[in-house]
Each structure stands twice: as structure tokens, then as C-alpha cells.
């Protein structure tokens, strides 16, 4: 038997109890009221989409570099809407080989980009590299700053990039243009704080985001700043653009749509974030814009779909974890509008665009932190945790090919080959048929460049030739010359002539000297006059 308690005590200890109590109550309405997902099909939605370009499936001229195929890949995402889908008219299928490789031990978060015959590779410690496509020989490579997490764009004649620290132990950022054929400075412009979104360059202007909030439209070829906006938090993200409308989340859980012209924002909406909105839902994805939506993953778990004419919620699924990947947006024939984006709980997920309903969920088996890519209709993705690579049937969700490569992004193509990232190196990965006509293009070229230098070796030899055959006619005048005043001397000094000769402003005449003659060791004389 308990004593009874009396007086205070029994109160203190019933209140002790309540306050149990209440806490329990407390605990299973937050776990209860957590945000749920939402499905609104009918906001407004667009069937058919701007398609990105399909690679270019003619081969280049036999005779030409095999590079000269006029594809592009200028931005992290492939297009300014960042929807990460190339289409292909013929699929790649594995297996593939690795053509070449550029090896290192600095980390790759993000992909490179193309343009032309090159790649633009930033790697995390800041250093930026021309990367030919054919070779994988490293053209030129430039320190941009100290630490960078973000991938360059390339457009016309210059690469764009921003940087988390131009400096060691300073944290503002920078942004430059680089000269595309050099890696030589065009400009260059101090940030106040640290930039990780990578840049996005149209209509002569470079559009990204920091830290403190700015997002920045700066004047493609001198820098000049355009116009600034602030957001109510980090922009971290890169920007993606569509219709003359730029669209970006924030560290304030915030999803902005503003206008690319002057900068002035269309509309703002927030995140579910925590149960009664304790906690925002911060946004480190690139959104995509597709189908007149904005698709974006959050921190607080979920996956958004925005109207993006007005920010109205058309759908939202939450995860098991946080999404730090940003979507990949495509129409594969077979499997409709569908958003590929991955997941710390460590599934891949391919969502109807529309509704929001799952199509597939692949499990990865580790945190996916990186943005997949569809090309043709694969899925390709990186697992962080594990440190490898797949490709999925976009379609399906079935596992068509892996690697035990990767970490973050997964790679870039031309259609026709994967430049594939590693943790910490770049492949160029292709089939075997394609390899070996790289193979021989490679081959024909280096022959040319062979049969070239011999052209030019032979052309540098006829101008040493022609350089040597000068100087001896040159050296035979001087010593016919001298030859001759030796014989007009001594002829003079048999007559007993004189010759007359200016000297410190006065003519002198006088018979000419003796010859001066020295006999070498070889035992001819040589006779020279002497100076007068």
C-alpha cells in the first residue's frame, strides 16, 4: 500500500501527472499533424513541352574532327529550364568502355559542361579545366578561388563561374568570364558572400545566386551588374529559366518566380516545412521547369510541383528523408510527363508530372544526393553513400547498367557518349562500336598532325638553308672586298702612288702602308692593309 499523501503533496503530485500527460498529447499531435502529401491535377498544366534539342544523330564529315557534330551542353541542367533530358533518336546501350579518363584527388560534385570540342570541368578546390572531348587531354587549366561547388556554363567565347571562396579563410565568393580558348581572365567581380549556384548565361546575361540572399543579373561580357534581388535566405541552387521568368528556392523555404528582364518578383510560396510550420522546408535543388510547372526537391522531405504562372501548389510527396537532388524532367515514349529525383532515404523516384502519383521508386540502397540525367530513355544517378553509379530504364526502373564510380552527379552526354564523374576523375565511356571509330579518328588526325609537322619541319629546313646559303654569300662579298683593297694597296705602293683620305675633317694623302701579314698555324698567309 502507498501512504496517503496529504496537503501539497497530492497537489504537487497531480500536477506532476498532467503535466505527463500533457507532454504525451503534445508529442502524438506533432507526430500526427505532420504535413502530408497533396494532389491537385487540375492546376493548370501543359501537355505538350518546349522539348529540349536532340542530339545530332549524322555523323560529322569522314575528313573533319569527329568533335565538329555542333552539340552543346552549356549549363548545369542541359537546357535553361534544367530539366537534365536529352532526347535520342537511337537509345545508348551498354556495355560501355572508357575511352579516356582524367584522373586526380580533388573532389567533382557537379558535371562539366560542353562546348564545341571541349569540356569545362570545376573541380571543388576551385581549378577550372579545358578538357578536349576527343582525348581527354587537358587543354588549360586556371584557378578560379578557393573552394567551389557548382558547375561553369560556357557560352560564345567565354566559361562563367562562381566560387564559394575566392581565398583561403575568406568567405565571399567570386564570379569571372575566362577566355574559352586560354583560361585568361575577361573579367572578374568580388562577391560579399560565398556563391554555389551555378550560373545560368542567356540573352547576354549571367543569372545566380549567394549566400546573403542576392541573386544577381550581371552583363555577360563585362560583368556589369544589371539588377540585384533579395530573397529571405541563402540561394544555394541554381536558377532555372523559362518564358522570360526565372525560378529558385531558398534557405528560407521560400520558392520565388521573378522576372529575368529587371529582376522584380511575379510571385513567392513556401514549403510545408515541419508539423505547424515550427520549421521551414530549406530548398538546396536546382528547380526544373516543365509543362507550365516548377518541380523542386525539399529538406523538409518532400518533392514540389508549383503552377508557374502563379505559385499555386499542384502537387507535393513527401520522402523518407531529405532531397538534396534536384529534378530531372522528361517525356520518354512510354511513360508520359515524368520527374526523376532522388532521395536520402535512398530510393530514386519517378513521379507523374501531373498528379504527383508514383510511378516507380527504385531502392538505391544509399543517399542520393546529386541530380539524375535522362538520356535517351535511361535514368542515370550516383549513390553517395556507396559511391556508385546506375542507369535505370526510364520506363521501367529496372537496372540496366552500374558502375562502383560516382558519388554526386552523375555525368553529361552528346548522344553518343557519357563524360562520366567519378568522386574524383572524368571518363569518357562509349560503346565499342563507337570507341573504335573514335579510335581511328583519333588515328587520322594524329597521322595529319604527323604529316603537318613534316610539312612544317621541311619548310623550317628550306628557311635554314636559305638563312645559311645568305650568310655565305654575305661572308664572299667581305672577303672579295678585303681581297680587293689588298691588291689595289700593293699596287699603289709598287707606283709609289698616293691615295688621299678624309681624317678628323682633313684630307691626307700619302703612299699606302705595308700589308699587315699574319701566318696561321696551318701555314697559309693571309695579307690585310692596314688601317689608315
Not at 492546376?43 to 569522314?62: I, K, L, R, Y
Not at 529496372?398 to 562502383?404: C, E, F, N
Amino acid at each position: 500500500m502507498f501512504p496517503r499523501l496529504r496537503g501539497r503533496w497530492r497537489w504537487l503530485v497531480l500536477g506532476g501527472v498532467f503535466c505527463v500527460v500533457a507532454a504525451g498529447a503534445a508529442v502524438a499531435i506533432l507526430v500526427t499533424s505532420q504535413p502530408g502529401d497533396v494532389s491537385n491535377p487540375d492546376v493548370e498544366f501543359t501537355d505538350t513541352q518546349a522539348t529540349s534539342p536532340t542530339s545530332t544523330e549524322g555523323e560529322p564529315n569522314a575528313t573533319g574532327h569527329p568533335m565538329d557534330d555542333h552539340f552543346v551542353w552549356p549549363d548545369f541542367g542541359y537546357d535553361k529550364a534544367r530539366t537534365r533530358y536529352l532526347p535520342l533518336k537511337t537509345p545508348l546501350r551498354p556495355p560501355f568502355v572508357s575511352e579516356w579518363r582524367v584522373t586526380g584527388r580533388v573532389l567533382i560534385e557537379f558535371p562539366p559542361v560542353l562546348c564545341g570540342r571541349a569540356l569545362y570541368l570545376q573541380k571543388n578546390n576551385g581549378a577550372i579545366y579545358k578538357i578536349s572531348r576527343l582525348t581527354g587531354r587537358v587543354r588549360w587549366k586556371t584557378k578560379a578561388g578557393y573552394l567551389a561547388a557548382s558547375s561553369p556554363a560556357c557560352a560564345g567565347r567565354n566559361v562563367y563561374a562562381v566560387v564559394l571562396a575566392r581565398g583561403k579563410g575568406i568567405k565571399g565568393g567570386r564570379v569571372m568570364a575566362l577566355d574559352a580558348k586560354n583560361g585568361r581572365v575577361r573579367w572578374s567581380r568580388k562577391l560579399p558572400s560565398r556563391a554555389e549556384s551555378s550560373p545560368l548565361v542567356a540573352s547576354g546575361r549571367v543569372y545566380f545566386g549567394t549566400e546573403d540572399g542576392t541573386v544577381y543579373a550581371l552583363r555577360a561580357r563585362d560583368g556589369a551588374v544589371r539588377w540585384r534581388y533579395k530573397a529571405a535566405g541563402a540561394v544555394k541552387g541554381g536558377l532555372a529559366l523559362s518564358q522570360g521568368r526565372l525560378f529558385f528556392g531558398d534557405y528560407g523555404g521560400k520558392v520565388h518566380a521573378i522576372r529575368a528582364s529587371n529582376g522584380t518578383s511575379i510571385w513567392q510560396t513556401s514549403s510545408a516545412g515541419s508539423a505547424f510550420g515550427l520549421k521551414a522546408g530549406r530548398f538546396y535543388s536546382t528547380p526544373a521547369t516543365a509543362y507550365g510547372r516548377v518541380y523542386v526537391g525539399s529538406l523538409d522531405g518532400f518533392v514540389y510541383s508549383f503552377a508557374a504562372s502563379n505559385g499555386k501548389l499542384a502537387w507535393r510527396h513527401r520522402t523518407g528523408s531529405y532531397v538534396y537532388s534536384s529534378p530531372a524532367v522528361a517525356s520518354v515514349p512510354g511513360a508520359g510527363p515524368t520527374v526523376y529525383i532522388g532521395s536520402y532515404d535512398g530510393r530514386l523516384y519517378a513521379f507523374d508530372a501531373r498528379s504527383g502519383s508514383v510511378r516507380w521508386a527504385h531502392n538505391a540502397g544509399g543517399k542520393i544526393s546529386g541530380a539524375p540525367v535522362v538520356v535517351g530513355d535511361l535514368v542515370f544517378y550516383s549513390n553517395l553513400s556507396r559511391r556508385s553509379s546506375a542507369a535505370l530504364g526510364a520506363v521501367t526502373g529496372k537496372l540496366v547498367w552500374s558502375t562502383g564510380r560516382g558519388a554526386f552527379n552523375p555525368l553529361i552526354s552528346d548522344g553518343r557518349r557519357l563524360y562520366f564523374v567519378g568522386y574524383s576523375s572524368l571518363f569518357m565511356l562509349a560503346s565499342p562500336a563507337r570507341a573504335r571509330r573514335d579510335e581511328r579518328a583519333r588515328d587520322r588526325l594524329a597521322g595529319a598532325a604527323g604529316a603537318g609537322a613534316a610539312r612544317a619541319k621541311r619548310k623550317a629546313d628550306k628557311r635554314r638553308a636559305q638563312a645559311v646559303r645568305s650568310h655565305k654569300r654575305k661572308v664572299a662579298r667581305r672577303v672579295a672586298a678585303r681581297r680587293a683593297a689588298v691588291r689595289r694597296n700593293a699596287r699603289l705602293r709598287r707606283q709609289h702612288r698616293e691615295i688621299c683620305f678624309k681624317s678628323h675633317g682633313r684630307t691626307v694623302c700619302r703612299i699606302p702602308r705595308p700589308l699587315v701579314c699574319v701566318k696561321h698555324h696551318n701555314g697559309r698567309t693571309e695579307c690585310r692593309p692596314r688601317k689608315r
